[in-house]
């Protein structure tokens, strides 16, 4: 998996719409392998971004869990503490 594509799941705070749509703005990109795409795939471009971040929406929403919210910063700490470990060599 990228390593930018982060989980949205169980989170408290919980998942923003900004980052549901970054997500899938994230996710085209690496599948089309394209950033910015050409004029001509432009719509089709934004047309799927808006497509998957509304059936992640969907996905959020109908996800169910007995587990306790995941704490944002205790996951960017551990995330900091994989990313120094990994640099330092």
Not at 28 to 53: H, L, T, Y
Not at 59 to 82: F, H, Q, S
């Amino acid at each position: 998996m990228c390593r930018n594509i982060r989980v949205l799941h169980n989170l408290e705070p919980a998942t923003t719409p900004d980052e549901v749509d970054a997500a899938a703005l994230q996710f085209v990109r690496k599948v089309s392998g394209s950033v910015k795409p050409s004029q001509a795939n432009q719509e089709a471009f934004d047309r799927a971004v808006a497509e998957i971040a509304h059936a992640t929406r969907h996905l959020l929403a109908d996800l169910v869990t007995a587990a306790p919210p995941r704490d944002r910063e205790v996951l960017a700490a551990r995330a900091r503490e994989k990313a120094a470990a990994r640099y330092a060599r």
